[in-house]
């Protein structure tokens, strides 16, 4: 019952979601095309091209709209999650979507959009979605105060784990949870909560159970078991009965003290499995930005096709030997590949790089030098705004590479890394990432890798975005290029 009541209220948030979206959609061309030309016809002289026009990118929003709401868990139970948490899941939502369908209008084959429009429909979309949002929340308290929707639930233990995890019921109220009483693993329960009651010990479990399922005159909607792992195995029986009786088990994973790595609870062919995980996982996401890396990658090889060709000219009537250097590097968990590059370097630079290792500017073990001899006048130039690694978009094309990333290393300086090091390779590399548009060569080693699983551990499509705007002043700049 439970169940089929979230899936109902799931559905209908759903509709009021994209029901608003649809009202910004339509507001923003309305107050574009009528009410700014009148108020402020300096700034806004003119009306939008027809609502036919805009009409065509309609269903699009309706569709990157959903996915991005699905793909942010948007109707999943909220009830552990904090407001802060959920507007800024909303506001990514908005200006991720927004960012999407601009860059699909201009691709496509349809008049200029105006971009006050783009600039009106996001701000109104996200201020009814976080409106939307906050008179959820208080509904939801409303009725939670008033001693309904709330979820009853009992702990086993009574040990620290468990009166952990029973503060943390109490100090969010909001949740919606309510505390029946505790249920003895042989841990003496501390004086702070012996406000609630102790239904015996583990071995009566089942038998309370047996009951009625009653505590008190209140149905058990809930248990969660905070106990160690010796005494899960004894649980087995209480486990599946909990599974007959239609009752939620909830089993405190703590075991393990992890820092970085997320818990998540994976079912293969029936079979559970506690994952631990340092990377994005999310699979929606995770195919936008391939699709994205695709996407983007084939319109900057159109675009840049003159620079291409001027590149290569210049390379070749400049320094014998290839325009395009091809180099061993390392990818995804240290998968080996071929690296696409103009070369900026005399032919033999390589066979040469003993005669200039003392020039070396940076710690670790990389090698950077502005001052390196064997760097052509023409590489130089095509180092300074990048130029020499347009080549990668093919690396990108071919699932190598992504658009944003940590730098894929040469095996030879992943044979130097420290432990921590590594785990920069849990992800696909990229062109430009936090590093690249943090300074570059003027940063040390460490600040460098620490950039990196900075990167990792805080990923998401709008922080791909982000450092992709960055990166374009920082590339026109050439700021910390060498």
């Known amino acids: 019952m439970l169940k089929q009541q979230a899936r109902l209220i799931a559905r209908v948030v759903y509709l009021a979601d994209l029901s608003l979206t649809s009202i910004a959609f339509f507001a923003a061309f309305f107050i574009r095309d009528f009410i700014l030309p009148i108020t402020s016809p300096s700034t806004f002289p003119t009306g939008l091209y027809p609502l036919s026009d805009y009409l065509r990118i309609y269903p699009l929003v309706l569709i990157v709209w959903s996915i991005l709401f699905f793909s942010?868990?948007?109707?999943?139970s909220h009830r552990t999650v904090s407001v802060r948490r959920e507007a800024q899941s909303t506001l990514h939502i908005v200006g991720l979507g927004t960012a999407i369908l601009a860059t699909t209008a201009y691709l496509v084959p349809i008049r200029e959009l105006s971009r006050s429009?783009?600039?009106l429909?996001?701000?109104?979309?996200?201020?009814?979605?976080l409106l939307e949002k906050i008179v959820l929340r208080l509904l939801a308290r409303y009725v939670r105060a008033r001693g309904l929707n709330y979820r009853t639930v009992l702990i086993v233990g009574t040990g620290k784990r468990a009166t952990e995890i029973a503060h943390l019921i109490t100090q969010h109220k909001y949740w919606g949870y309510k505390i029946l009483g505790f249920v003895s693993?042989?841990?003496?329960?501390?004086?702070?909560?012996?406000?609630?009651?102790?239904?015996?010990?583990?071995?009566?479990?089942?038998?309370?159970?047996?009951?009625?399922v009653e505590l008190d005159g209140e149905a058990i909607d809930e248990i969660v078991f905070a106990v160690t792992r010796r005494k899960l195995d004894q649980l087995t029986s209480v486990?599946?009965?909990?599974?007959?009786?239609?009752?939620?088990?909830?089993?405190?994973?703590?075991?393990?003290?992890?820092?970085?790595?997320?818990?998540?609870?994976?079912?293969?062919?029936?079979?559970?499995?506690l994952t631990f995980t340092t990377t994005p996982s999310n699979e929606a996401q995770?195919?936008?930005?391939?699709?994205?890396?695709?996407?983007?990658?084939?319109m900057l090889l159109v675009?840049?096709?003159?620079?291409?060709?001027?590149?290569?000219?210049?390379?070749?009537?400049?320094?014998?030997?290839?325009?395009?250097?091809?180099?061993d590097r390392l990818g995804l968990n240290g998968r080996l590949f071929t690296l696409y590059k103009f070369r900026t370097m005399i032919e033999d630079a390589q066979a040469r790089f003993a005669e200039v290792s003392h020039l070396n500017e940076m710690d670790g073990p990389v090698f950077k030098s502005r001052m390196d001899p064997r760097v052509t006048g023409v590489g130089r130039l095509l180092r300074k705004f990048s130029f020499d690694e347009i080549p990668q978009l093919w690396n990108v094309l071919k699932g190598d590479m992504s658009l944003v990333g940590p730098r894929p290393p040469i095996p030879e300086e992943v044979g130097s890394y420290q432990r921590w090091h590594r785990r920069r390779l849990s992800m696909k590399p990229g062109l430009t990432c936090l590093?690249?548009?943090?300074?570059?060569?003027?940063?040390?080693?460490?600040?460098?890798?620490?950039?990196?699983?900075?990167?990792?551990?805080?990923?998401?499509?709008?922080?791909?975005m982000k450092i992709l705007l960055r990166t374009i002043p920082a590339v026109l700049l050439g700021r910390g290029a060498s």
């Open 72 to 76: 942010h868990n948007s109707y999943h």
């Open 117 to 119: 429009w783009f600039v």
């Open 121 to 129: 429909f996001a701000l109104l979309a996200a201020t009814l979605l």
């Open 185 to 212: 693993d042989g841990h003496h329960l501390s004086n702070g909560w012996a406000r609630y009651r102790t239904f015996g010990s583990i071995g009566e479990l089942r038998g309370l159970l047996d009951r009625g």
């Open 239 to 273: 486990f599946k009965y909990c599974e007959e009786l239609g009752i939620r088990a909830r089993v405190a994973m703590n075991f393990f003290q992890n820092r970085v790595a997320r818990v998540e609870l994976e079912e293969l062919e029936g079979v559970p499995f």
């Open 286 to 298: 995770l195919a936008f930005k391939r699709i994205f890396d695709v996407a983007i990658s084939l």
């Open 303 to 327: 675009l840049s096709a003159p620079v291409l060709l001027f590149a290569a000219l210049a390379i070749k009537l400049t320094s014998p030997g290839s325009v395009v250097f091809k180099q």
């Open 435 to 464: 590093w690249q548009i943090s300074g570059r060569n003027d940063i040390d080693f460490d600040r460098w890798m620490k950039l990196d699983l900075q990167y990792i551990d805080n990923w998401s499509p709008g922080l791909d």
